[in-house]
């Protein structure tokens, strides 16, 4: 099948390749560039392990086509850490908060509530809750994952973190 060009940002390193058209963004990602943090969970576009951030948005790689990311900017989990190699205010709080267990969610989780941070920096539980509702877990039953994002948000504003009452 021809090959289309293609010429991105992944993680701030520029990246040029070549992609069947068919080729889904999840599977160029994990299987061309050797970024095997985000996950398939599903077929139907509904786990969103497979997230990644594509120009400024929350997107599920496996309902993309790579070539359709051509000319983007995109962060996978392994672009998150901070500069100097240190974890992320929200890599932090998920290792503090026990946000995660088998980790297979954890990077679409992560790139997720990266997102919705810089969409909604102190945002409620609820918005929490609604912010990560495309994203399925199968170990935590969420709680944990909702503390997480707290620790995050409290971190990043300079705010005490409190974890809510049970
Ligand atoms: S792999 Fe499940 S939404 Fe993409
Ligand atoms: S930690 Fe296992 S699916 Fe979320």
Redesign the pocket.
Known sequence: MTKSHIELTINGKKVEALVEPRTLLIHFLREQQNLTGAHIGCDTGHCGACTVDMDDMSVKSCMTFAVQANGTEITTIEGVANADGTLSALQEGFRMMHG???????PG?IVRAHRLLQENPAPTEDEIRHGISGNL????GYVNIVKSIQYAAAKINGTPFQEAAE
């Open positions: 995660l267990q088998c980790g297979f969610c954890t989780m877990c199968r170990c935590t």
